[in-house]
């Protein structure tokens, strides 16, 4: 998002006189009810505009090779989307999300990974033909797309959001390369909007967030949900997950959201290491899942069969898979693991406490190649 700011759009941007015929529709006590809600609203978002600032800086690129030392052809991946993909509000290339995925595939893989950002903030799903456009002069083998925040504060359409998505993601299919999106944020989790925009910007980016998964899982991508993923944290302790401008996640905070997308890239790029879902209890048709999705947060829905078939009676068969961050103890759909008898209170407890939710004994942090202290690989 730009700089995840709340803009007047949010509010200026609804259908005002579908709003004013609506309420000249009711009775005068509640007319006069929705005349005060709606100057409410606006009042909020302004108060908004104020407090959030302005992107100042573009963020570190993080464009290069990671992983030189590992032998083989490099493998090349884009990073497309708005501000959150591109890392604002990290200083370092290094923390920024491109250069988390691009550090852990290659670490995984240990093979060399070409980053290429061509994010850009303040994007809307409307500039990702530009960025696709870009990213194919690359001949990309893996693609993250993180994208929908300014489609909600620009109160742009959702169904032409998500089908621009789906166009992206299909467009680079089409050249083979495989695609993760991680969809709509909750704009509702930012602090300065206070309740009931609260509420409207939740349901709205959940609204987009549900039908950008059917849009990018019918053009054969997978999607994982951001949500609130960084919610409760962020409430928990702000100081050190937001980052210097006190809006956009801090350099754990990003590490934090690439450790949920880690083990889907990692999935489409053939080192799937994941415990096996049970069954059926984590397969549903397309439009069930992408609801169920929005509503945990990190959760990935990806096209699968039923009895060798991909479509059912609902259309497009989906499959649901959880994924833990860090501190938390991983979860399916339909099985939930026994939590930890403690609660991290720190990076080096948290790190310590999800080891076992992560594949192969890693922390989280681990799992997407971020250390504090360490540089690119």
């Known amino acids: 998002m730009s700089s995840w700011r709340v803009s007047l759009e949010l509010v200026e941007g609804i259908n005002w006189g579908r709003a004013g015929r609506a309420a000249g529709a009711v009775a005068g006590g509640v007319a006069g009810a929705t005349g005060l809600f709606l100057a409410l ?16 800086a573009p963020p570190p690129r993080g464009d290069g090779l990671y992983g030189p030392k590992f032998p083989g052809k490099p493998l090349n991946m884009v990073v497309l ?31 060399p990974v070409r980053l290429h950002r061509l994010a850009v903030v303040g994007a809307m799903s409307a500039g990702l033909p530009y960025q696709v456009d870009a990213a194919l002069e690359y001949a990309p083998e893996i693609a993250v797309i993180l994208i929908g925040g300014n489609d909600v504060t620009h109160w742009s359409g959702f169904g032409a959001a998500a089908k621009q998505a789906g166009d992206a993601v299909r467009r680079l299919r089409a050249t ?26 939740r349901h709205w980016s959940r609204q987009l967030a549900a039908i950008q998964t059917v849009a990018v899982v019918e053009a054969g991508g ?21 980052g210097s401008d006190h809006f956009h996640p801090s350099a754990e905070g990003y590490a934090r959201a690439a450790a949920v997308i880690m083990p ?12 096996t879902p049970s069954g059926a209890d984590t397969v549903r048709s397309l439009e069930e899942a992408a609801q169920e999705a929005v ?62 939710a992560v594949p192969s004994g ?4 681990t799992a997407v190649g971020w250390t504090p202290e360490g540089g690119e690989t």
């Open 41 to 56: 609203l606006l009042h909020q978002a302004r108060d908004a505009r104020r407090i959030i600032p302005m992107a100042e």
């Open 81 to 111: 989307g708005d501000s959150t993909a591109a890392g604002y509000g990290v200083h370092r290339p290094r923390e920024t999300p491109g250069a988390l995925l691009a550090t852990g595939v290659s670490r995984r893989l240990r093979r």
């Open 176 to 201: 083979g390369c495989k695609v993760v999106v991680g969809t709509c944020p909750d704009i509702g989790a930012i602090q300065p909007i206070k309740r009931p925009l609260r509420w409207l910007a």
């Open 222 to 242: 997978s999607t994982v949900s951001i949500g609130d993923l960084l919610g409760r944290q962020f409430e928990a302790d702000p100081l050190r997950m937001f």
């Open 264 to 275: 889907t890239l990692m999935a489409m790029l053939g080192e799937d290491d994941r415990v």
């Open 295 to 356: 509503r945990a947060a990190g959760t990935e829905v990806s096209p699968t069969e039923v009895n060798g078939r991909a479509r059912g009676p609902a259309g497009l068969w989906a499959e649901l898979r959880r994924h833990p961050w860090f501190g938390e103890p991983r979860s399916w759909f339909g099985h939930r693991a026994a939590a930890s008898p403690t609660t991290a209170t720190s990076p080096a407890a948290a790190a310590s406490s999800s080891e076992e």
């Open 362 to 365: 890693r922390s989280s942090a």
